[in-house]
């Protein structure tokens, strides 16, 4: 299955910071038996971030995208923001588990905005920036997601979860 | 006090599938001492679940209803859709109960989209349509049920909870 | 750093009931080395319920303004809906973290409507009415609300949570 990680962040977008997140979840993934086909570094502004968005679930070849950074309270914060508004279907199962197993870790989890949910049968995960809050957030919802991506390109049918 | 169980489930519409969830719903809602007044099985589309939602709540005569089925995240799942725009105050935290104990139990419980709120002091709860997945969102949430009523339809004084 | 704590119940503010919560969240809070520069009362209504936080928000004086009463289910529990159009940003983990602990102790804190998000710089958590629920779900977060309060206005680089 075929993944897509983009990088919100400034610093990393502008070359003043390494992407450290990015580069953590995509071996993650890669260990995982996914597919990282595109990987991509947008700044902390709505417009490109839902630009990348767009693009990446308007044909249908990516099963999922995650994205790390912008979750937090700050000013500059905005994924929340950009990503809900494109999503068909909210999953707040995948955002609570993920801030679920944050918290028996550190209760500043709680303070991490993360949302999930569909759009045009891919699945979307927004994660925390840190290395330590994205790679948390993705190994807490690792095992569910192949069912989910089975789930809702419709490959299977309804079962205990659904 | 007076329950209705509405099966949202394509197959069960067109009887090619036994309605086992919403018997099982039933069976613990009677052991419960709720009465349930009404059943209905609705085909996975948005309007005929709102038109069952909108004549169970408009006379005030049902205290409880409960769906099951359609909170997936496959092609045709829209309980989720059809429910959270007819409720009048979400009630995030019995939704949140029903994945927290699912996930003790099985990490794809974070996959059901479970809503739950309140119309015309009617408390609505959407279940996923797996037996397994049903009966245990239901138990998780059974015990504070009568309480939630008594507070919805103003019977009783804010307590510790409100 | 500086809260405001808002009453919200007509009971109180008819003076037929004392402000039990409120003082016991003043105490709470100065015990850990809050300021709190504001106290209010205002009737469970939507309109002087915003008229309240609108004016706490609009200077960028206060840091926190915490809420107390009009979170539950009953015909006159409005403040979710008066304190969610407000927000800025949803932080939607606050209001799981407060309910999570809430249900390890009772499991009717689930019915509890809490809300959490930023206006203006300005943090904004909405808590139960009774005095067990309110200080319960403050000691929930307590321990967070200093860095959140520091992510949000800017004056830290994102960390481990964001």
């Known amino acids: 299955m075929k993944a897509a990680v983009i990088t919100i962040s400034d610093g990393c977008f502008h070359e003043k910071k390494e992407d450290t997140s990015g ?4 071996q993650i993934l890669t260990k995982n038996k996914w597919v990282v086909a595109v990987t991509r570094i947008v700044p902390d ?14 044909h249908g070849e990516i099963d999922l995208i995650i994205t790390t950074g912008g979750t937090g309270l700050g ?3 905005v994924t929340p923001e950009a990503v809900a508004p494109l ?3 909210e999953v707040a199962g995948l955002a609570e588990l993920m801030r679920l197993r944050g918290v028996e870790s550190t209760e500043f989890a709680a303070l991490s905005r993360s949302v999930a949910g569909v759009r045009n049968r891919t699945l979307i995960l ?3 920036g840190s290395p330590k809050g994205a790679t948390q957030s993705l190994q807490a919802v690792l095992k569910v997601l192949p069912h989910a991506i089975d789930l809702l390109q419709g490959r299977t049918e309804h079962d205990s979860s659904s």
């Open 23 to 26: 580069r953590a979840l995509h």
């Open 45 to 58: 502004k709505i417009p490109p971030i839902q630009k990348q968005i767009l693009e990446l679930t308007d």
């Open 75 to 77: 000013p500059r914060d």
């Open 87 to 89: 999503l068909e279907k």
């Open 126 to 128: 927004s994660l925390p």
